[in-house]
C-alpha cells in the first residue's frame, strides 16, 4: 500500500468537493452515458442500488469514471456518497438538465419551503435519506434540475465549502419563488 492510499477518510473525502467545477462534469457526463438506451440496464440497476451498493453497474462507473476522476481508489464514505447520488440520477432521467439550478428546480416544483429547509439543514445520513425521494419529486413532476448541484450538496456536507452550497441552492429558490410572485411554495410535506 503507498502512502496515498493509506491518507485519512477525512483527507480523502475533502480532496474532491474543494474543487468546485469537478462533479460538474463527471456527472454531466455520466447523465449521457446513463441516459443513451445502450445503458438502460445499467440504469434500471443503479434505482435500485441501495446502501449495499452491491450492483455491477456501480462498481463498473466507479472502476471506469470515478476513481480515474479521484486518480486513486475512492473510501467507503465517498462511495457512499456517490452511491446516492448515482441512485438519484438514475432515478431521475431524462431530467437532468445542464444549467438548471437546484434552487430554481425546487421553485418550480412547488417543493414546500419547510422541505427545502430540511434538505438545506439536514447533514450525514439525514441528508443522503433525502436525495432518493428528491429524484422522484422532480421525475414525477417533470421539473428538469441540474444533478451536478445535489452531487455538490452532497459531496460538500461537512466539508467547508457545504455552507456556500447551501446558500446558493437557498439563494436561487427564494429568487425564484420572488420572481414568481409566490411567498411560499404549495407542495404538501410528504
Known amino acids: 500500500m503507498t502512502m496515498t492510499q493509506e491518507t485519512s477518510t477525512e483527507e480523502h473525502s475533502a480532496s474532491a468537493p474543494e474543487r468546485t467545477g469537478w462533479p460538474v462534469y463527471v456527472v454531466h457526463g455520466l447523465a449521457k ?8 440496464g445499467e440504469r434500471a440497476a443503479l434505482r435500485h442500488l441501495g446502501r449495499t451498493l452491491n450492483q455491477p453497474a456501480f462498481w463498473n462507473i466507479v472502476v471506469r469514471t470515478l476513481e480515474r476522476a479521484y486518480d486513486r481508489k475512492l473510501c467507503d464514505d465517498e462511495l457512499e456518497r456517490w ?8 432515478h431521475l432521467l431524462p431530467f ?3 444549467k438548471s439550478a437546484l434552487g430554481r428546480a425546487l421553485a418550480s416544483a412547488d417543493i414546500h ?17 433525502l436525495v432518493r425521494p428528491l429524484a422522484h419529486q422532480f421525475s414525477s413532476k417533470g421539473q428538469h434540475v441540474d444533478w451536478a448541484d445535489v452531487a455538490r450538496l452532497v459531496l460538500s456536507d461537512g466539508h467547508s465549502s457545504a455552507d456556500g452550497i ?16 409566490g411567498g411560499d411554495a404549495t407542495d404538501t410535506e410528504s
Open 96 to 98: 437532468h438538465r445542464k
Open 83 to 90: 452511491g446516492v447520488i448515482l441512485e438519484g440520477l438514475a
Open 113 to 129: 419551503e419547510t422541505r427545502v429547509l430540511r434538505l438545506l439543514r439536514a447533514e450525514g445520513e439525514s441528508l443522503r435519506a
Open 166 to 181: 447551501r446558500r446558493q441552492i437557498a439563494r436561487d429558490f427564494y429568487y425564484t419563488q420572488n420572481r414568481r410572485g
Open 33 to 40: 452515458e446513463l441516459d443513451e438506451k445502450r445503458n438502460i
